[in-house]
């Protein structure tokens, strides 16, 4: 709130790039390894003091729900 859509846009130099080492790429095609079952494509990642790498994957059988997983918690698909 408090900002016009141009500033809510822009992007800012440097914060939003996948690491260079990032195990997943963005439209790779992910699974969970274990638990209740998601499987989709990667859409974006995230990094916190907890989890260093991340990833958002969007559901093939629901399109446009999204869940969040640290990198241990997938696999990929061939």
Same mark, same amino acid.
Request: aromatic content about 8%; proline content about 6%.
């Given at each position: 709130?408090?900002? !016009?859509?141009?500033?809510?846009?822009?992007? &800012?130099? /440097?914060?939003?790039?996948?690491? #260079?080492?990032?195990?997943?790429?963005?439209?790779?095609?992910?699974?969970?390894? !274990?638990?209740?079952?998601?499987?989709?494509? &990667?859409? /974006?990642?995230?990094?916190?003091? #907890?989890?260093?790498?991340?990833?958002?994957?969007?559901?093939?059988?629901?399109?446009?729900?999204?869940?969040?997983?640290?990198?241990?918690?997938?696999?990929?698909?061939?």
């Amino acid at each position: 709130m408090g900002q !016009s859509s141009d500033e809510a846009n822009a992007p &800012v130099a /440097g914060q939003f790039a996948l690491p #260079l080492s990032a195990t997943f790429g963005l439209g790779d095609r992910v699974r969970k390894k !274990s638990g209740a079952a998601w499987q989709g494509q &990667v859409v /974006g990642w995230y990094c916190t003091k #907890l989890t260093p790498e991340g990833y958002a994957v969007e559901s093939e059988s629901h399109p446009g729900s999204v869940q969040i997983y640290p990198v241990a918690a997938l696999e990929r698909v061939a």
